[in-house]
């Protein structure tokens, strides 16, 4: 069985004052039957990490350079992230891959840095809705997975977010069976590639999960867990997530 997670994409979100929301959530869930992380801004890393220290909730960043460090202005390295107490680190994230034009090559690269600093890489794939529409879910998925992810890796450095680039955000959620069909067939691409080691790899899914639909969603075949935007900034909101995951 695959460890399950909670994790908590603050995007863009965040200043020192939200960190009373982490630290509720320390309250909330002293010793979790899952593991909870929250990705804030990186402006927050260090702050978060310092508020976490002892309690069972990590702190993770939202990308990280593909190089350790250089000169690279404003962008931040794995190795630094690790630094100020980061577990995790999203990567190839939709907003990352249309905004930053990221490609599968260079979240490969950005996973291999990530792994070398000691990192748990959280490796977003997910369709469009025109390529959902096209009938091309699975092997757009499929050609994600075997792009982003570098041929040395090991099973235990990485988790799998299917996050619908349609469904991030907007309120929309694919059915149940939809998002069952594609967390079986990542778990048979995964097997392909790491045979037994894939049944331990936690499969998120991503995209409008909230408090009122996560049991529902989280009781799927393959869903091992949950990439939360939004319902991921408030405590309260956070709360009934991770407890329909427990
Ligand atoms: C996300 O940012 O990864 C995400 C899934 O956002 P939301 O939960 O707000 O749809």
């Known amino acids: 069985m695959a460890r399950k997670l909670a ?104 996973t291999q840095a990530a792994v070398a600093a000691g990192l748990v890489a959280i490796v977003c794939v997910g369709e469009t809705l025109e390529q959902r529409e096209a009938g091309e879910t699975l092997d757009v998925v499929r050609a994600q997975l075997q792009g982003s992810l570098p041929d040395t890796i090991e099973a235990d450095k990485i988790v799998i977010a299917y996050e619908p680039v349609w469904a991030i955000g907007t309120g929309k959620v694919p059915t149940l069976d939809q998002i069952g069909e594609v967390h079986a067939d990542m778990r048979k691409a995964l097997a392909g590639r790491f045979g037994d080691d894939a049944k331990m790899l936690p ?27 939004g319902a991921s900034l408030k405590a309260d909101d956070f709360s ?3 407890s329909a995951l427990q």
Not at 81 to 102: C, K, Y
């Open 203 to 229: 499969l998120l899914y991503g995209g409008s999960v909230k408090p009122t639909n996560a049991a529902e969603i989280f009781a799927v075949s393959d869903v091992d867990g949950a990439l939360v935007g």
């Open 240 to 242: 009934g997530i991770i």
């Open 7 to 110: 994790a908590g994409n603050w995007k863009m979100n965040g200043t020192q004052a939200a960190l009373t929301e982490a630290q509720a959530l320390t309250g909330m869930f002293p010793a979790p039957s899952v593991e909870i992380l929250l990705c804030p801004p990186t402006t927050l890393v260090y702050a978060m990490a310092e508020a976490l220290r002892g309690t069972a909730i990590h702190t993770g960043g939202q990308d990280c350079h593909a190089h350790a460090n250089g000169a690279h202005t404003g962008d931040t390295s794995a190795e630094l992230l690790a630094d100020a107490g980061a577990t995790h680190v999203i990567l190839g994230h939709s907003e990352r891959r249309a905004d930053h034009g990221e490609t599968d090559a260079i979240v490969r690269a950005k």
